[in-house]
Nanobody, 125 residues
Framework: QVQLVESGGGLVQAGGSLRLSCAAS????????MAWFRQAPGKEREFVAS????????SYADFVKGRFTISRDNAKNTGYLQMNSLGPEDTAVYYC??????????????????WGQGTQVTVSS
């Protein structure tokens, strides 16, 4: 098993940037695909981005392409989500998730076995 803890959320003005971190412990982080999801108030949790265990393959939701970048540092057991050009529509709780194996098709909540507790991102207009 792997345990995940997100950090880096906060309040930012529209147009600003934030970098979220996902610290992993337990079983080797490098064994897992990592993903970011988000859940806005009153909405379902949705896929944001994923990255394969070795960082070679990435996938993004259409609404973040060109603005967000997912990355990982297996030596530090940490994954990241760099978010630029943020808008109020990006306000949500952001969750880190992990699973074994990688596919661009793994975009559903049920595709991921391990989850962090979430970190709040609020973008003011």
């Amino acid at each position: 098993q792997v345990q995940l803890v997100e950090s880096g959320g906060g309040l930012v003005q529209a147009g600003g940037s934030l970098r979220l971190s996902c610290a992993a412990s337990g079983r080797a982080f490098s064994d897992y695909t990592m993903a970011w999801f988000r859940q806005a108030p009153g909405k379902e949790r949705e896929f944001v981005a994923s990255i394969s265990w070795n960082g070679v393959f990435t996938s993004y939701a259409d609404f973040v392409k060109g603005r967000f970048t997912i990355s990982r540092d297996n030596a530090k057991n940490t994954g990241y989500l760099q978010m630029n050009s943020l808008g109020p529509e990006d306000t949500a709780v952001y969750y880190c998730a992990a699973r074994a194996g990688y596919s661009r098709q793994f975009t559903r909540n049920i595709d991921y076995a391990y989850w962090g507790q979430g970190t709040q991102v609020t973008v003011s207009s």
